[in-house]
Nanobody
């Protein structure tokens, strides 16, 4: 399994971006896919997860109502639509696989990361005027 994240860039506060995660390998429809982000000097934190049946877990309260995750099982793709972006959303964003058809719910960030086994290379999102 390999993941390729893309779609990052520089955007002004209040702007939008759409991140994409391309899954290469077999049985995409058996994996839950999570998005994480890591800001400079901070721990990598979970943002969103989507199961094969489109159940969504939101790991970060700060993105509720602004970020939407979706997947296209026919194209092996997962997307995050990010609206109303804020400077504090600036980070490298990563997608990762969880090898179960249910998104993990673990309250401790470091333990949550360990439930994901394959990571993409990350895409930089910078929100600045």
């Amino acid at each position: 399994v390999q993941l390729q994240a893309s779609g990052g860039g520089l955007v002004q506060p209040g702007g939008s971006l759409r991140l994409s995660c391309e899954f290469s390998g077999l049985h995409f429809d058996l994996y839950s896919i999570g998005w994480f982000r890591q800001a400079p000097g901070k721990e990598r934190e979970g943002v969103l997860c989507i199961s094969p049946s489109n159940n969504v877990i939101n790991y970060t309260d700060s993105v509720k109502g602004r970020f939407t995750i979706s997947r296209d099982n026919a194209k092996n793709m997962v997307y995050v639509q990010m609206n109303s972006l804020k400077p504090e959303d600036t980070a490298v964003y990563y997608c990762a696989t969880h090898p179960r058809p249910v998104c993990p719910e673990v309250p401790i960030a470091s333990l949550l990361r360990h439930t994901y086994d394959t990571w993409g290379q990350g895409t930089q999102v910078t929100v600045s005027s």
